[in-house]
């Protein structure tokens, strides 16, 4: 099971949560994060929601739901090499993956676009 201090080191940088199946992805920067009981709690500094999901989103649009809390009684837990976190559900379809503050794989927010009066919504996760 996922602890609070397993978790903190990824404060900083940005989590991805992926859904083929739902065809949605999020990417966002991660402002707080912690596990209470069985919940990973993220605090978002921004958040952004690909569109053209599953293949690669053409686009990223401002997402202002910037809280989530992931039940992790549903999820697997895997470390790719000792700093990217995965988290897989075979039950909603959904990984998550949380990058670390220096890693090179990141959105750029300066290319996020705000959105269309009618994309609305919360997260899906």
């Excluded at 209470?36 to 401002?62: C, D, I, M, N, T």
């Excluded at 009684?73 to 949380?98: A, M, T, W």
């Amino acid at each position: 099971m996922l602890t609070a201090t397993d978790v903190a080191i990824y404060k900083g940088g940005q989590m991805e949560v992926q859904n083929p199946t739902g065809c949605y992805i999020y990417r966002g920067e991660i402002e707080e994060i912690t596990v209470r009981g069985s919940e990973l709690r993220v605090k978002f500094a921004r958040l952004a929601k690909g569109q053209g999901y599953p293949s690669f989103p053409h686009r990223w649009v401002r997402h202002y739901d910037l809280d989530l809390a992931v039940n992790l009684g549903i999820y697997e837990v895997d470390v790719h090499n000792k700093r990217q976190l995965c988290l897989n559900s075979s039950d909603v379809g959904e990984s998550i993956f949380l990058f670390l503050p220096d890693d090179g794989n990141k959105l750029d927010f300066s290319r996020v676009e705000e959105p269309e009066p009618d994309d609305g919504g919360g997260i899906e996760a």
